[in-house]
Nanobody, 124 residues
Framework: VQLVESGGGLVQAGGSLRLSCAAS????????MAWFRQAPGKERDVVGV????????YYADSVKGRFTISRDNAENTVSLQMNNLKPEDTGIYYC??????????????????WGQGTQVTVSS
């Protein structure tokens, strides 16, 4: 499985960005997909997780109400819409996937497949 993220960049506080992750090598319609982020000097933490059919989602408390995770199984992609961005949202954002597709796992150690990451920088 190969995952490639895109959509990162520099944005002012209060702005929006949309991240996308394209998967190849395997159809991920039966897999959980997730976004993690890692700030400098900090551990990699979960941002959002979505079940195989998009019916269930999980968000970190820090992003609830601001971020939305979605997926398109026909296109083998997962997206993260980020609104009202804050400087503390700055970091490298990673897409990840695992099987089975109904367990909304938040621990990064449980994900075997990762993208290379995309940088998000929010200026104050």
């Amino acid at each position: 499985v190969q995952l490639v993220e895109s959509g990162g960049g520099l944005v002012q506080a209060g702005g929006s960005l949309r991240l996308s992750c394209a998967a190849s090598g395997r159809t991920l319609s039966s897999y959980v997909m997730a976004w993690f982020r890692q700030a400098p000097g900090k551990e990699r933490d979960v941002v959002g997780v979505i079940s195989w059919n998009g019916g269930n989602t999980y968000y970190a408390d820090s992003v609830k109400g601001r971020f939305t995770i979605s997926r398109d199984n026909a296109e083998n992609t997962v997206s993260l819409q980020m609104n009202n961005l804050k400087p503390e949202d700055t970091g490298i954002y990673y897409c990840a996937t695992r099987f089975p597709g109904h367990v909304l796992e938040s621990r990064p150690s449980e994900y075997p497949y990762w993208g290379q990451g995309t940088q998000v920088t929010v200026s104050s």
